[in-house]
């Protein structure tokens, strides 16, 4: 007990307290097998299950991981509010319990804990680490040609619209330090799933944080149901795009070289 209790003190070297927030709506076949591998991958970090009041019986599946591991938390939630909305309760829950580094990371096994480590040697010396699909050394398994092109295309929009030299902004698995969502505005941010990542991204560019982007290995979910929806998809592409015609139009009164080369 009491070396469990100097692990948690310690924290993962160079990046201090860490919490992996894990958002979870009917995850049942998936939240042992994802609590088990960020324990493994990473043994001093700290995990919180952030449920939506499941009905597949999660978060009891969450309260059994807790019960037997200091190291696990559960969020229960009201309801299914979506994946920002969650995230932002776990941001919140890490804040105010002094959390040096809060991760993103999806229940439903795509995002490998394997990866996790690279992730946080990285946030040693970043603000923001986003586990890249598109960048050198990463790789994307068993997504049909069709996932795969709605990626980069939506990753390319987003670069062109936004001005923003990220090549996986609508990635979900990443490392925020303290200091950064600190610096990022969260009480403004209203966009769920992909326009939330893109949102947040933006906000740490804006804010100028050091964002660097590490190489993983994306595999399709083996289990359960995927939550993308055409309406998710719409929301992103109104957004991104509105933030984009914005953002120049506030480039162009500034009439600032350095913020208009920002686009092509």
Known sequence: M???AERRTSGHPGVG????VI???NEADNVRRIVAGVRDAAPAVDVLVADDNSPDG?????????RSDPHVHVLHRQGKEGLGAAYLAGFAWARERGYDA?????????????DLPALLAAARDADVVIGSRWTRGARVLNWPLRRLLLSRCA??????????????ATGGYRVYRSTAL????LDSVRSQGYAFQVELSRLAHRAGVRIVEVPITFVERE????????LIMAEALWRITSWGLRDRRTAMRRGSPDELARWP
Do not use: C, F, W
């Open 155 to 168: 990753n390319l929009y987003t670069r062109l619209a936004l001005g923003m030299p990220v090549t996986d």
């Open 17 to 20: 307290r860490v919490l992996v």
């Open 182 to 185: 600190d610096a990022i505005d």
């Open 58 to 66: 999660t978060g009891a599946i969450a309260d059994a991981l807790a």
């Open 102 to 114: 809060v991760v993103e990371m999806d229940a439903d096994g795509s995002h490998a804990p394997q």
């Open 23 to 25: 958002p979870t709506y």
């Open 223 to 230: 289990h359960g149901d995927s939550k993308m929806s055409p």
């Open 2 to 4: 009491r070396v469990a």
